[in-house]
């Protein structure tokens, strides 16, 4: 009889803590990408795994979360609770 090994366990990658100073940061270049329409690259933490997006900030909805990112032809809406950082 021979023994079947366990699976191995999978590594569960804790969300990325923020300072204030790093809010800050975000905050700042995703205004200067819509005011000035400068492409940025934002990278979102969701579902336990970390996503790239880059593209241009074409609206922001504070009452909603909500971050619209205009990628190509498409138009993509984020959660800004997501967002960990922007380039």
Known sequence: MTAIPKPP???VVASPKLTETDFLEIG???GES???DVEVEITI???KRFESVTGM???IDG???KLSLQV???N???NMNNIVSVK
Request: charged share 40%; proline share 0%; aromatic share 12%.
């Open 9 to 11: 366990k999978s590594k």
């Open 28 to 30: 700042e270049r995703i």
């Open 34 to 36: 819509k005011e000035f």
């Open 45 to 47: 933490y969701a579902q």
């Open 57 to 59: 900030v074409t609206e």
């Open 63 to 65: 009452q909603q979360g």
């Open 72 to 74: 190509g032809y498409e």
């Open 76 to 78: 993509i809406k984020i």
